[in-house]
């Protein structure tokens, strides 16, 4: 799996070793947030809205304090602004190349965030379909179970309790860091970047968002 940082790749991990993970067998689902140069079977691709994503990882940056509508009290400079910038053309890259790579590969499949995030009948769907596989009620109920927001957040927030919130301490069986979950919300970006930036975000990034198919 070729995960871009932030587009909800540990929940899709989650996902997959559910269907997937057989390490009896020697079978084992190899992510990396690097180009894939290299795969035998399948590869999987997950991307998001670039704004949402370089806003989520400039969150988990440090902690940062919100009010009750979730909005972010901690002041976002244009140097904070030029950094997320940045940072979504760097993740931007990495997709190209990975799509280059993947391109004559008829195994590659491509999970946009905003498709199946609030949507897992179709995520369903679009593995059952891609993996020409079958999953039944009950496993589709004990994935949704382990793999809700709410339960990725009660595991962040004990990592933070017994560990503390800096991002690199994880639970190593579901790969959820402290401070890893906020709200997960589409156009979360907007919370975050002031008004008077928000143009020079979106012209910025404006490129990247259409070769992806999203709205500016």
């Not at 008829?106 to 897992?120: C, G, I, M, S, T």
Request: with cysteine; net charge neutral.
């Amino acid at each position: 799996m070729h995960a871009m940082p932030r587009s909800g790749c540990t929940c899709l991990i989650q996902v997959f070793n559910h269907l997937f993970y057989h390490p009896i067998n020697g079978e084992e689902i190899i992510v990396s947030h690097k180009v894939v140069e290299e795969f035998d079977k399948y590869l999987v691709v997950t991307y998001r809205d670039f704004r949402d994503a370089a806003v989520s990882a400039w969150r988990i940056g440090s902690p940062r304090e919100y009010d009750e509508q979730g909005k972010c009290l901690a002041e976002v400079t244009i140097n904070d602004v030029k950094w997320m910038i940045k940072w979504a053309q760097s993740s931007a890259r990495r997709l190209r190349k990975q799509r280059e790579i993947a391109k004559n590969k008829p195994r590659a499949l491509y999970l946009k965030y905003e498709q199946w995030v609030n949507d897992f009948d179709l995520l369903f769907f679009i593995i059952e379909k891609h993996f020409k596989i079958t999953i039944d009620d009950e496993h589709r109920q004990a994935i949704l179970d382990d793999t809700n927001i709410n339960r990725n957040k009660e595991r962040a927030s004990q990592i933070e309790k017994e560990k503390g919130t800096n991002f690199e301490f994880h639970d190593e069986h579901s790969k959820i860091h402290a401070m890893h979950v906020h709200k997960g919300a589409i156009g979360e970006w907007k919370n975050f970047i002031p008004l008077e930036y928000q143009a020079l975000f979106n012209k910025e990034l404006t490129p990247i968002l259409l070769e992806w198919g999203y709205e500016i």
